[in-house]
């Protein structure tokens, strides 16, 4: 037994009796009760005015009792911001005479603005008449303000759901839908209702799409997975790659559910195999470029070798291509490059490769060739198709092509070896006029085949091997020719045109240099004498004297000799030597360059700005005239430290009065950034190659009657 205390009484004790309670009627009851409440209690007559408030509605209005009291609670609380349905709804109640709850915006005393929840009961009599109404109010603001955040954080997810351009759904652990966004519809091509009819796995694979089944099956149970690639097929067939995330998560009723966004990556895999295809292929003409071509031709050369059969590399060069974009725009040569790889893919068959390397170069790889006899009809196949005329935008345009070809296992067993040789092939056929294929040999290469190079280049004078060619130089602004430099050209009765980077080094090694220079000397004033003769403008030529010819100490009496047997005046000739050579030792260059200076020829520094020049060494040397170099006009308008480099060989040359030549200028976009450094002369391709002596002089003279001017030179 326990006291009324709750304690436990000890066996044989009595329990002590309690007083017996006051009697008190419920009537007295209630004001307690509602005193001591946290609500607001109010008691109204049966016309809603205030008969009873406690002391927490006086807290929560700011009215005292003897203010709210024979008010109306509306009269008192109520303003202009109070919701008008609310209150309508309120006052059918009141007329109706049946209980209501609602929620409302007051303004209290003090004039702050919050929310009401109040619980409305009518109070009857014995006879049911309405006496008057008790009501339960409690200051909800703070729950109201709660609820909407929450309402606009779901508004919110709920727009960012329907908007996302990620398709989000909802489905059972079976895969049932549930529920699905726009976005869903758009990346499936099914309506929502056909989607929430049937097992994700069932709308996304049919249609024959079952080897995705198993991945479908394998993210519903790992319950967490992605994002993982895969195709869906859509409702009209098409497939479409998507990326899955997706989670389980555990409903209210505590079932599982699958929530998966779905991602339409077409677009970035389109760009993935954009890219992909850029980096093995040109994108102007489509066709595989250096890296793609490197990989088939590996493949093609080990196919090759296991069959035992031959692999040709054939490197094309359209001949004066540069010609046409200078002339034409390079939309013009764009198109042209379209029309030569299309020309080239129709020549070869599917299983060979067309590439292009860059620029005008195009290379052809032909596996599975029995013997090099099916080679020639394979070239003049390529001949057919370009050489000639080709239409192209409502104009024709000529075109010949230089050919170089190597063979596989005779010419190298790699990419890079056989692309080399084609190369050196190639140019072989261009130095010999162009228009010609080439097949690769040995000699071609620098350094092979020396000592037999060697023997045949000492008997080539007396052959009549050599010719000496010529390149205008021309006003940078006007085009108007000033001068030829003579240039030495081999013609081998076998090789055909060897190029002079291989003959000279070993002419220069041997001393033949000095009687090959004598001779070009020699020939280059005789070949003047005939122009002059013909009824030529005065020219001056220019020779290139090599470092024994410069050492030699009767070097006066040889140029006199040379002078005097042409009849030429000694300021029709001028004399280049290098920039290395002047600075080798420019003290003893300065004497040996005073003595040509005192006949009267001109003194050019050839090569310059590759050397160590500075002010006070050229203004020993007593030279006329600079050439820049080619390797600093290249890059000069598409390097900014290029162009600071030609721009300050430029200034050098112009600070001591001398004229200065850029050499290897191809585009007209050099010769206007030479002519605003104030340039005075060009040299290059954009003007002329080098040719021989009747076709050089019979463009000095077309060139001196009507000179060329702003781009529109010969090349």
Known sequence: MRSPDNRSTPPGVDHPVPEPLSVVTAADWIPMVAQVTGYGVTITDAQRRLVWVNDSFTRMTGYAVDEASCQKTSDLLYFEGTDVDTVKRVREAFVAARGVRFEVLVRSKDGREWWLDTDARPLFDAAGVLQGWVCIQADVTAEVLTREALRRSEANLRNLYDLSPLGIALADMGGQLLQTNRSVEIITGYTQEQMLQSNWSIFALRQ??????PKLETLVKDGRFGPVEMSLRRRDGSRVPVQITGIVVQAQDGTQRIWSMLEDISVRKRSEQHISFLAYHDPLTSLDNRLGLRSKLEELLRASMRAEVLTAVVLIDLDRFKYVNDTLGHDVGDELLVEVARRLTLTVRD?????????DEFVLVLGGLPDQNHLDVIMQRIFAELRGNIPLSGR?????CSIGVSIAPRDGNDSSTLLKHADLAMYTAKAQGGDSYRVFD?????????????????TAVEREELEVFYQLRVNTVTGRPTALEALLRWHHPTRGMVLPGVFIPIAEETGLIDSMGQWVLEKACQDLRHWLNGGGEPLQVSVNLSPIQFARED???RITSALSAAHLSPQLLELEITETL?????????RHLARLRTLGVSVAIDDFGTGHSSLSRLKLLNVNCVKIDQSLIKDCTANAHDAALCRAAIALGLALGLEVVAEGVETEAQRQFLALEHCSTIQGYLIARPMPAADAFALARSLLTVP???GAFIT
């Open 351 to 359: 299983a060979d490769v067309v590439a292009r390397l860059g620029g």
């Open 555 to 557: 070097l006066p009496e």
């Open 396 to 400: 024709t345009v000529y075109t010949t």
């Open 208 to 213: 024959g799409n079952s080897e995705e089944q």
């Open 708 to 710: 060329r001017m702003h």
């Open 442 to 458: 040995d000699w071609m290469s620098p350094g092979t085949d020396r000592l037999s190079l060697e023997v045949e280049l000492r």
């Open 582 to 590: 002047a600075m080798r030792s420019p003290a003893l260059a300065a």
